[in-house]
């Protein structure tokens, strides 16, 4: 499946004569993305909620994802699911323009895949676990103890 060249980049132009309070949610659902900075997840999907407000338009973003990660304790490959959700705001001028708020360009187009990528990413934990009960390795022949003990484990037992 091929994927749109920026999936993120979206027209806000039409939020810019609504309501305060008008609010129009876009759903996103991609396979194997790669973003421009080098991450890469197997599945992300969620939603960007645009609300019209009174200075300009609030971003409210809910994503997942699958990631390719490495278990910390037995080093095997695993799938590791990320959740995130945050908001942005972008004004329409530069007079009000605090350091949380970014400014919407001219041309009425907003880039979130930065954004996306950064606040998914914050979400990779420190050490990953492939699951939360994984045993590791042995510290005397790297077996992996989850397959089964080795012989090191048997003869501690048996002592």
Do not use: W
């Not at 994927?3 to 008008?22: A, D, K, S």
């Not at 080093?75 to 009000?96: A, C, D, I, R, V």
């Not at 990953?128 to 003869?155: T, Y």
């Amino acid at each position: 499946m091929n994927q749109p060249r920026r999936p993120f980049r979206i027209n806000v132009g039409f939020l810019i004569n609504q309501p305060i309070g008008f609010s129009r949610e876009i759903p996103f659902s991609l396979e194997a993305y790669q973003f421009p900075n080098g991450g890469k997840t197997e599945t992300l999907s969620g939603t960007i909620t645009l609300i019209r407000t009174q200075t300009g338009i609030q971003a409210v973003m809910d994503f997942s994802a699958l990631v390719d990660a490495q278990c910390v304790r037995c080093l095997e490959g695993f799938k590791q699911p990320l959740h995130t959700n945050f908001q942005e705001l972008y004004t329409f001028s530069l007079e009000s323009i605090s350091e949380d708020e970014e400014t919407i360009p001219e041309d009425g187009y907003l880039d979130f895949e930065e954004a996306i990528n950064d606040y998914i990413f914050l979400e990779y934990p420190i050490n990953p676990l492939c699951k939360p009960d994984c045993r590791g390795l042995c510290m005397i022949c790297g077996q992996n103890l989850n397959i089964g003990p080795c012989e090191h484990i048997a003869n501690k037992a048996t002592e």
